[in-house]
């Protein structure tokens, strides 16, 4: 080949792959509308997406996958939480764990937590192609059934996880939205509290307590040996 | 060096050696939080130590092609440059913008945008940067209009990374649409527009110290960079599997940029046979050794660690995770620090009309950053298989899945301290080039 050939191979190349990705970009802009329900875009939505920026949330979590990988993603975490969780973590996100990484109270005022949790609700529902994947297997940390001290461990854990002293208290750690919890284990029976965590509604129909759909039977069954022995 | 305006290159060359030892500490500082409890969470919270570090990144590359520019242009056309002065202000003005990105960020004035954290006006600072250096270049080029196919490619690079970094501008409602044209900056520099201006340096430098002849040099630079546009530019599509973007991406994206490794494996071979047909003796030994080792690591960083991660079938599994982070560092690592420093080991001793200094400590300097690398695109890697393994085969929570990785990330502090060994070796080395006496 000679010197010249290589160069419009260049130039000729270059021309004709942006034009191709120019087009696409194009017909992209006419999916976005419906993918991403732009008709529910609305002005809060783009303030929370102003919070979002001005805390520069996305400087420790990702985003659609996107960002820095320090935290959990976020892409989904309104359909996983819900409205009510996600307001009284925001207001208060440090986790009572010495030893767990932590989200630092960024002190957001209850404006601007309302504001990006809409922002959150709008993200959750953008069309990513599946993503995140749901998981293949969900790891049962128990094969064989737990001796009952790992499982009240494990349900502490899982207690942890969930952030569940947002709002109750044990042994006076934790957050007044809920009832205290250190005598639990007295008052109420196993089935329910496995009830109540999974179905508050069912309970009380005009709760606060946000519903757990998300945990596994072995994890609630975790959580309930736990608060069952808190007496 | 023959031009007297050449020698405007040392100092863009000093500060970018100076960032570079800033950055690397600031990646210190992001791996112990990963590791141990955060006691400076409020003072310096982990987002605004990590756009430090990254926008630091940014600059101190900015400060090597510059000067690298600086120092082939005049040969290229040969002429004096254009107006040193011009060079002197926006050299000024991008170290001015700099540190009131850092010091801002310090004190939480950022736009939030992950790698694009400058905030709006430092970012309309940058144009006027980049607009006064592209009229020096194009003004030096046009004095003679002797054109090379280097400088102009040279000169297509750096116009399209300020064509780029308009899309970084600005505030876009939606997040989706936000993300889009994030990578027409981020993906369209790496895999674009810097590897124009990288392959220009590289091919220059092969040139000189080869002495193989300019048309067959600058005919497999035309044949690497039609390459690297034919597949990076539509290869962005890999972006855009899980963005909110159609699935069509899922087919353009994953086609496109598994064919990227190509031109790369290109210019490794390419790299190799110049040397091997030299025609003069190569007297630069160390610089011999970043041109052929920075080909290698490029290769394996970006070519081989990027399409590892760049099917849809793998991406879906591990996007956003560690696995990013080891591509991300060896890719930036191979194909643009080692190029840099290959080119300021070139440049710096003929600026100061040294027909000799002492290599020792450069090669101290090549082999423990690139062996520090090397072990910190391990230890990345290994907490990304586990964290792709655990928290998104099996499910387990993200901050369990952390305390599993650590080992990993332990890898990578400790590989990370030797490489922060290495990069003051450079810094002091590059010091005592810039204020050697010429013989
Ligand atoms: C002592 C050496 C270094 C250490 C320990 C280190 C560590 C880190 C850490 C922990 C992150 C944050 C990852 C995240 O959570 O998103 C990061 C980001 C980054 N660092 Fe470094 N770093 C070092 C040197 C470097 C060097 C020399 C380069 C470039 C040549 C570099 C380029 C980057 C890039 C591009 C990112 C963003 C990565 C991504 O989004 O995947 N780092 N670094
Ligand atoms: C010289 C070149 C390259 C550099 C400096 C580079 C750097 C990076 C960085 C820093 C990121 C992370 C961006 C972020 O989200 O913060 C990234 C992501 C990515 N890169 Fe590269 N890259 C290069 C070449 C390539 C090539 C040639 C391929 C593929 C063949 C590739 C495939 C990918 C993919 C698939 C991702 C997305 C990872 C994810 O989904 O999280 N890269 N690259
Ligand atoms: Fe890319």
């Not at chain 1, 960002?67 to 986790?95: A, F, M, Q």
């Not at chain 2, 850092?102 to 006027?128: I, M, N, Q, S």
């Not at chain 2, 599997?241 to 353009?252: D, K, N, R, S």
């Not at chain 2, 190509?262 to 790299?271: A, G, K």
Request: charged letters at 15%.
């Amino acid at each position: 080949m000679e010197k010249k050939t290589a160069r419009n191979f260049f130039i000729w190349g270059t021309v004709i792959c942006t034009a191709i990705f120019i087009w696409l970009t194009i017909d992209t802009h006419k999916t976005i509308p419906e993918r991403t329900n732009t008709d529910k875009l609305t002005d809060e939505v783009v303030a929370g997406k102003r919070v979002w920026h001005k805390y520069n949330c996305n400087g420790c979590h990702t985003i659609l996958g996107i960002g820095v990988y320090y935290s959990p993603d976020v892409t989904k975490v309104y359909s996983k939480r819900g409205d009510i969780w996600l307001k009284e973590y925001l207001k208060n996100p440090e986790s009572p764990d010495p030893k767990r990484r932590k989200m630092p109270n960024q002190n957001l005022s209850a404006d601007e937590i309302t504001k990006a949790i809409a922002f959150l609700q709008w993200v959750s529902e953008i069309d990513t192609n599946d993503w995140p994947p749901t998981p293949i297997t969900v790891a049962k940390v128990t094969g064989a059934p737990l001796e009952e001290t790992a499982m009240i461990l494990k349900g502490k854990t899982v207690y942890t996880q969930n952030r569940c002293d947002l709002c109750h208290r044990i042994g006076g750690q934790g957050g007044v939205i809920g009832p205290d919890l250190s005598k639990v284990g007295t008052a109420k029976v196993p089935q329910w509290l496995s009830q109540i965590i999974k179905n508050p509604i069912s309970v009380n129909p005009n709760t606060q307590m946000p519903a757990y759909p998300h945990l596994a039977d072995d994890e609630v069954q975790a959580l309930v040996s736990f608060l069952s022995g808190l007496k | 060096m023959t031009y007297e305006s050449q020698k405007v290159a040392i100092k863009f060359f000093v500060i970018s050696a100076i960032f570079f030892g800033l950055q690397t500490l600031l990646g210190l500082l992001l791996i112990i939080k990963y590791i141990w409890p955060d006691p400076i969470i409020s003072i310096l919270p982990f987002n605004t130590a990590r756009a430090i570090h990254t926008n630091l990144l940014v600059v101190w590359m900015l400060y090597g092609f510059m000067g690298g520019t600086y120092y082939v242009i005049p040969e290229e056309a040969k002429t004096e440059i254009y107006s040193r002065k011009l060079a002197d202000l926006h050299f000024w003005l991008l170290l001015i913008g700099g540190l009131v990105g850092v010091v801002g960020f310090l004190f939480g004035w950022t736009a939030g945008r992950p790698l694009l954290e400058l905030p709006v006006e430092l970012k309309w600072a940058v144009v006027v940067v980049a607009l006064i250096f592209i009229f020096n270049v194009s003004m030096t080029i046009f004095r003679t209009k002797k054109w090379t196919a280097i400088q102009g490619l040279l000169l297509g690079g750096i116009v399209m990374l300020a064509a780029m970094w308009l899309f970084a501008i600005p505030f876009f409602k939606n997040l989706t649409l936000d993300y889009y044209y994030w990578w027409w900056v981020i993906h369209l520099w790496v895999e674009g527009a810097w590897e124009l201006i990288a392959a220009s340096l590289m091919a220059f430098i092969l040139l000189k110290i080869t002495g193989v002849e300019r048309a067959i040099v600058e005919k497999w630079l035309y044949i690497e960079l039609a390459l690297v546009m034919i597949t990076g530019v539509i290869g962005t599509g890999h972006h855009y599997y899980w963005i909110g973007t159609p699935e069509y991406w899922l087919w353009w994206g994953g086609i496109f940029s598994a064919m990227e490794p190509l031109p790369i494996l290109l210019m490794v071979i390419d790299t190799l046979r110049h040397v091997k047909e030299r025609k003069i003796e190569i007297k630069e030994r160390l610089v011999l050794y970043w041109v052929v080792g920075g080909a290698i690591f490029h290769f394996i960083g970006a070519g081989v660690l990027g399409v590892a991660h760049t099917l849809p079938v793998v991406n879906r599994w591990t996007h956003g995770s560690q696995v990013t982070t080891s591509h991300g560092h060896t890719a930036f690592f191979g194909a643009y620090a080692m190029l840099i420093l290959m080119v300021v080991y070139y440049a710096l001793p003929k600026l100061k009309g040294l027909k000799q200094f002492n290599e020792a400590r450069g090669f101290w300097v090549f082999w423990i950053t690139v062996l520090g690398m090397a072990l910190m695109g391990v230890g990345f890697g290994g907490a990304g298989i586990i964290q792709t393994y655990l928290q998104r085969i099996l499910g387990i929570e993200f901050l369990t899945v952390q305390e599993f990785m650590k080992p990993w990330f332990m890898l990578v502090f400790f590989a990370g301290i030797g490489f922060t060994v290495g990069v003051v070796l450079y810094i002091i080395d590059v010091l005592k080039i810039a204020t050697a006496k010429p013989e």
